[in-house]
């Protein structure tokens, strides 16, 4: 198989043995901009998937880029829990000029852990979950980059952890802005209440996880690290790349609470 366009946002589409034909394209109302799910770049979406013409891996990459310009802090290494946080972690690595090092390797043997059904088997999964490298951090500074924090659970025994087996300090930079808002577009997102930002233990997050810091990336930073490359590809092309993606836009609404419909009750 190989890789040929993406679908339109409200296109219909024939595709046959001899070609791909568009039926109809069902406009956006009143000539609004797209508004694309921006947490598909941040997690849900696998790395070799290609949205908007950029490959979701390169776009984690440069969220931290983004990420370690915005919140650099002194350390010796950078890691992530593995794996879904690589790409991010190897952007920020390398725009500190730090190296990118192993602290955890997963367990193969053991399932997902937000599947549990209450807080307390998650976290004991968490600790089932990893092996711990310890020879390659003992004594040093870690910054630890996240891809998101929902609730916190699983982020504070992995920190336990890692001072357990001789980390010296451990930093958790995060690659996207925090969540605070539900999703009425389809998304599973935890109730308000549950998420980690708009509880009171937010305000002094570090404490509460056991970091010695926590920063997370601007909702702008996001935004201009997963654009930046459309818009060099329409300033390049701007007659066939601005009839293909059309207005550009991304949803940020569990980011900012700026919904992209207006909601009827």
């Known amino acids: 198989s190989r890789y040929y366009r993406e679908v339109l946002p409200g296109e219909i589409v024939k595709i046959s043995r001899h070609d791909v034909q568009t039926l109809d394209v069902?406009?956006?109302?009143?000539?609004?901009?797209?508004?694309?799910?921006?947490?598909?770049?941040?997690?849900?979406?696998?790395?070799?998937?290609?949205?908007?013409?950029?490959?979701?891996?390169?776009?984690?990459?440069?969220?931290?880029?983004?990420?370690?310009?915005?919140?650099?802090?002194?350390?010796?290494?950078?890691?992530?829990?593995?794996?879904?946080?690589?790409?991010?972690?190897?952007?920020?690595?390398?725009?500190?000029?730090?190296?990118?090092?192993?602290?955890?390797?997963?367990?193969?043997?053991?399932?997902?852990?937000?599947?549990?059904?209450?807080?307390?088997?998650r976290q004991l999964g968490v600790a089932k979950k990893f092996g711990v490298l310890s020879d390659n951090f003992k004594g040093k500074r870690v910054v630890i980059i996240d891809d998101s924090i929902v609730r916190g659970n699983t982020i504070s025994p992995i920190i336990k952890l890692l001072r357990e087996s001789g980390a010296k300090e451990v930093h958790i930079r995060v690659a996207s802005p925090p969540i605070r808002f539900p999703c009425y577009m389809g998304i599973n997102i935890p109730t308000k209440e549950e998420l980690i930002a708009n509880r009171p233990e937010f305000h002094d997050l570090a404490n509460y996880i056991g970091a010695d810091s926590v920063v997370y990336l601007s909702v702008e930073g996001l935004v201009s690290s997963v654009q930046e490359s459309i818009k060099a590809r329409q300033d390049n092309h701007p007659k066939t790349q601005k009839s293909f993606i059309g207005k550009l836009g991304h949803c940020t609404a569990c980011l900012t609470g700026d919904y992209p419909v207006e909601l009827e009750w």
């Open 26 to 121: 069902v406009r956006r109302p009143e000539g609004d901009p797209s508004a694309f799910c921006i947490f598909e770049y941040v997690y849900f979406a696998r790395p070799d998937s290609i949205f908007e013409g950029q490959m979701v891996y390169s776009v984690r990459r440069r969220c931290g880029q983004q990420l370690a310009i915005e919140a650099p802090v002194e350390a010796d290494l950078v890691s992530t829990v593995p794996e879904s946080a690589t790409p991010a972690a190897l952007g920020y690595a390398q725009k500190c000029g730090l190296p990118y090092v192993e602290v955890l390797c997963k367990n193969r043997y053991v399932g997902r852990t937000f599947i549990q059904p209450n807080m307390r088997l």
